[in-house]
């Protein structure tokens, strides 16, 4: 090719040769091009990043911080060292052996005596009853008489006050709970325990009540799950073949419980459910019932997942809806001109389609089925509380919150595993409402 | 509606009516819990159930009672003369109407500052040059995953440590926290799609970076930005755990009430606050399908 530049004659091929000869491509300013771009480049996803920055600063302070020092709860209880620190101190030289001697009786009774001065002894006492059921009394009672022992032999004195402390294995806990940084509220949280001698072992039989909960919360949120599955694919389905005129009518039966307040939606079926409840009123009229015998449906495990299941069906249908809706009919019509009868067009062309939705809508629901709350605490009875229920239990009530912590630490490790599958298989930028 | 080809065979015919009975039973299990506390909340008796004359429509049996209850329960004196002191006296001193305030004041700051936040980070994070996008997004999404009572925990212990525990400004925080989630899905899912050359159209026009903004970029991710600002607004009006565990006497909203009145003294006064709020959602879910709607017509995504 030919470019007339004013008499002289250059090809492209001179050009570029030309170009190599000076340097590399030059921007406006005199920048070598590939730096310029480089430079822009950086300075975008710079924008992008600032843009997002606040809201990333916020929530790492007031989410995932407090998360953290929650964690860090969960493993880390000073109580014992806080109360009594020169014996902690002492404890964590000690070689840990039988019953220790008269010196760190000594630094006991001092500890002890400003404890008495403080009336701090309560979080000691608690801390050691976590790990030696039946020892808090030991502290508050001698804390109680320590006034009287003014002299050494404090060994002498103090088991004259409780011959407890005359045990090798009150010792050897004082040793264990003396570390501020502990596993055993995550041991507690499996049913498992510190023995005397320091190896870890079940729980006794009728204290053995969190494996079995985690395990009841998995099966029971397995169960809603599949449940909210039946339920939503013949409703999506529907949805999702009808005119839009019709469908968006239905969706509104859909939305509007996602968008009505979850109180009132549990309070709601406290009212269809209980036992003078509509339900009930309209088994007895249909005489499906006998008056005196109605059915209990609420306050119990069938309380929990007949409201969870209406309460998490609009996080199944909407993520089925939308993959239904970009699978053509025409898949369907073909099926069927080659021979398949319906319900093998359906299961060998349909429903294969449809797994990314099924997959998408299960994760989603389940994820939320296991952290659930509200509704079990107010329609769940008994047997119908799951380990959340626990943890607010120990948070509110007992106020061992390291346990409640290390509860809290094993179901968010569950969740955040569920949480990345979801986003390696679905991705999180696909989820929609409405 | 749907339509059975005329190759059906009579087992397929059975199977199409058979399946649209049970969606419809679908439908009813979602919408009749919610239907039904409306006519329940007019109950004379202090019943949680349909009484006789309710069966019978005897207007005896249908009163505004409750919904009197909700304006009267905890007044000093709320059998005087309706005059302004009696106004005065529902205002500071009705329970629900305490409730209502806090209830509120908190969800309009939430959104505030949810919808603020929000928007921006979503701006942020739909540009194509956005780096670490999956794992930032996988954060900002998090609090609506993470199960409630462990945010509700660690906020417990961080915000006692910080003295933000047993403040409005501690609510409000956490609010936002769990309604962020919410703001940044409605406003990505409005910027799927957005032209980015109109940027470039802009400025190459002459407008600085604040004028594309509010010309250009604000009216067409504004439906997107109104829909997130009412999902936050729902959360924070609808959000109890976080309250259960930060919150004191002083700061009881509406959810709260419930809470305790479901456990404690259950009376058809719920079921009346149940309804309002159902009305509140009713209005709610039309503005947003009006938004998405319209939304879907400034993008020429309209289904047709």
Known sequence: MWVYTGGEQTTMADITANQAVTGPLIAADGTPLKRKLAQTTRRARMRALLLTAPLVLFLLVSFVFPIGQMLYQSAHNPSFGDVLPNTARALAEWEGDGVPGEEMFAILAADLKQAREDRSIGRAATRVNYELPGSRSLFTRTVRNIGKVEAAPYKEALIEINEKWDDPILWATLKRVSNDYTASFYLAAVDRKYDADGSIVMQDEKRQIYVQLFWRTLWLSALITFLCFLLAYPVSYMLSVLPLRYSNLLMILVLLPFWTSLLVRTTAWIAMLQSEGVVNDLLVWTSVLDDDNRAQMIYNRTGTIVAMTHILLPFMILPLYSVMKTIPPSYMRAARSLGANSFTAFRRVYFPQTIPGIAAGTLLVFILAIGYYITPALVGGQDGQLISNLIAFHMQRSLNWSLAAALGGILLVGVLVLYWVYNKLVGIDKLKFG | ?304
């Open chain 2, 1 to 304: 509606m749907m339509k059975l080809p005329a190759y059906a065979s009579p087992l397929e015919r059975i199977w199409h009516y058979t399946y649209l009975v049970i969606c419809v039973l679908i439908f009813i299990f979602l919408i009749a819990p919610i239907i039904i506390i409306v006519p329940l909340s007019f109950n004379a008796e202090p019943y949680f159930t349909f009484t006789e004359g309710m069966l019978s429509f005897d207007p005896a049996a249908y009163s505004m009672r409750w919904y009197a209850d909700i304006l009267r329960n905890g007044m000093a004196a709320p059998d005087a003369p309706i005059d302004t002191n009696w106004f005065a006296d529902m205002w500071n001193n009705a329970q629900w109407i305490r409730a209502m305030r806090n209830s509120f004041f908190v969800a309009i700051c939430t959104t505030v500052l949810a919808t603020a936040l929000g928007t921006l980070a979503a701006l942020g994070l739909s540009r194509p040059e956005m780096p670490f996008r999956s794992a930032i997004t996988g954060l900002l999404i998090s609090p609506m995953i993470v199960p409630l009572v462990i945010t509700a925990t660690g906020m417990f212990f961080f915000y006692s440590d910080i003295g933000l525990a047993k403040t409005y400004l501690g609510i409000i925080l956490a609010h936002t926290t769990l309604g962020i989630p919410f703001v940044i899905i409605t406003v990505t899912a409005t910027l799927v799609g957005f032209d980015n050359s109109l940027i470039r159209a802009s400025q190459s026009l002459g407008a600085d970076g604040w004028t594309t903004f509010r010309k250009v970029i604000m009216p067409l991710i504004l439906p997107g930005m109104i829909s997130g600002a009412l999902f936050a607004f729902v959360t924070s009006l609808d959000e109890i755990v976080t309250v259960l565990f930060l919150a004191d006497v002083e700061q009881r909203t509406i959810p709260r009430q419930m809470w305790s009145g479901i456990r404690e003294q259950i009376s058809p006064t719920i079921l009346a606050v149940a309804t309002i709020l159902v009305v509140i959602s009713i209005a709610l879910l039309t503005t947003v399908e009006l938004l998405r709607r319209r939304s879907e017509r400034l993008r020429g995504m309209a289904p047709q």
